[in-house]
C-alpha cells in the first residue's frame, strides 16, 4: 500500500505546478505594478519639487520687482503731497515765497513721474509657470497678474501741462533744475522775469489753473497711494507662501561729495559689506567729509537711495542727496525697511 500512495502524493504534487506557477507568476506581476507606481510617485514628487522651484525662483524675482515698485510709488507719493504744499501756500500766502525762487516753486509743480515707470514685474510675470493644481500657487499667481494688470492704467496728467506753457507764452525759461535748488547761475533769470512770474501768480487764470492742478493731484496721489499699499498687500502674499524669499541686492555703495565726488568727477561707490543677507542690510566703517551722500547698486543710478534727514533717517528711492556733517561713521543701510544710519565713532580715527 505504500507505494501506492507515494505514486498518488507526486502525481498530487505535480498537478499542483501550475497553481504554483501561477502564483509565482501574479507575485512578479504585482512586485513589477508596485516598483512602477513607486516609480510614478518618486517621478511626481521630483516634478513637483522642480516645479515648485522654479515657481520660487520666479517668485523671489517678482518680490523684489514689487520691492522696487513700492519704493517709487512711496517717492510719488511724498512728492505730490509736497506739490500739495505749494499749491495751498501759492494759493493762501504767496507772499511768503521768496520771488527768487518763484520759477523754481512753479517748475517743481510740473514735475511728474507717475507714468515714466514701467515695472520690472511685467518682465517676471511672464514666466510664472503654476501648477493648476496647486491651490495655493494659482490663487498667487491670479494676485500678482491683478497687481501687474493695474499697472498698465496710465493716469492723465494734461493738467501738468497747462502750467509749461505759461514759461514759454512769457518767454522765460523754465525751473527745470527745481528738484535739486535751482541752478548756480544767479543770472539765469532776470529781475523782469522774477516781476512778470510775482504778478502771474496773483492773476485770476493762473489761481483756477492752480486749483485744477490741485485736484489732479488729490486725484493722482489716490491712484499712486493704492498702487502702493497693492504692491505691500501682494510681498506679503509672496511672503507668506514663500518665507525664505530674499531681496536681490547687490553690491550696495555709498558715493557723494562726504567722500570723494560723483560720477562728474569720476568717482566710483564705495562698497558697503552685507552684514545680513535675510534684511538686506549692508555696512562700513568710514570718514566723511562735511558734504553729501547717497547710497546705490553696481555703480549705477537705475537703484539708488537719498534722504533729507541726518544723522538717521528714511531710504527713499530716487530721493535727494542725504546732507552729512564731518566725521568718522559706522553707516548702516537697511533695505528691507528702507531706513539708514549714520553712527558717529569715536575721533581717534582720521582720514587717510
Known amino acids: 500500500m505504500i507505494p501506492i500512495f507515494s505514486k498518488i502524493r507526486k502525481q498530487m504534487a505535480d498537478d499542483n505546478k501550475p497553481m ?112 493648476f493644481n496647486n491651490r495655493k500657487q494659482n490663487e498667487l499667481s491670479k494676485q500678482i497678474a491683478s497687481y501687474v494688470n493695474s499697472l498698465s492704467k496710465k493716469i492723465d496728467y494734461g493738467q501738468v501741462e497747462r502750467i509749461k506753457p505759461l514759461f514759454y507764452d512769457l518767454e522765460i525759461p523754465e525751473g527745470i533744475n527745481s528738484i535739486n535748488g535751482g541752478t548756480e547761475d544767479s543770472n539765469y533769470y532776470s529781475e523782469k522775469d522774477y516781476t512778470t512770474l510775482y504778478n502771474l501768480v496773483r492773476s485770476s487764470k493762473f489761481r483756477t489753473i492752480l486749483k485744477t492742478l490741485k485736484t489732479y493731484k488729490l486725484v493722482t496721489k489716490s491712484a499712486v497711494t493704492n498702487n502702493y499699499n497693492d504692491g505691500l498687500s501682494i510681498m506679503q502674499l509672496i511672503k507668506t507662501y514663500y518665507p525664505n524669499v530674499k531681496l536681490l541686492y547687490q553690491d550696495v555703495g555709498i558715493i557723494g561729495t562726504a567722500i570723494n565726488g560723483y560720477d562728474d568727477v569720476g568717482t566710483k561707490s564705495t562698497p558697503l559689506i552685507q552684514t545680513d543677507i535675510e534684511n538686506s542690510i549692508w555696512e562700513l566703517d568710514l570718514y566723511l567729509k562735511k558734504g553729501t551722500v547717497k547710497f546705490r547698486c553696481r555703480n549705477s543710478w537705475n537703484q539708488n537711495w537719498g534722504g533729507t534727514s541726518f544723522p538717521k533717517g528714511k531710504a527713499e528711492q530716487n530721493g535727494t542727496n542725504i546732507p552729512v556733517e564731518e566725521g568718522n561713521y559706522h553707516v548702516i543701510i537697511n533695505l528691507s525697511e528702507n531706513t539708514y544710519e549714520f553712527i558717529k565713532q569715536d575721533n581717534k580715527k582720521t582720514k587717510d
Open 20 to 131: 504554483k506557477y501561477m502564483r509565482y507568476a501574479i507575485g512578479e506581476i504585482v512586485l513589477v505594478v508596485i516598483g512602477i507606481l513607486i516609480a510614478l510617485q518618486v517621478n511626481n514628487w521630483n516634478e513637483k519639487r522642480k516645479q515648485k522651484g522654479e515657481f520660487e525662483i520666479v517668485l523671489e524675482q517678482l518680490y523684489n520687482a514689487v520691492k522696487n515698485d513700492t519704493e517709487i510709488f512711496k517717492s510719488d507719493e511724498d512728492r505730490i503731497v509736497d506739490q500739495l504744499k505749494v499749491i495751498d501756500i501759492l494759493l493762501k500766502t504767496p507772499d511768503s515765497i521768496p520771488i527768487n525762487q518763484l520759477p523754481y516753486v512753479l517748475g517743481y509743480l510740473t514735475y511728474e513721474e507717475v507714468n515714466n515707470y514701467t515695472s520690472e514685474a511685467n518682465f517676471h510675470i511672464a514666466n510664472v509657470k503654476y501648477n
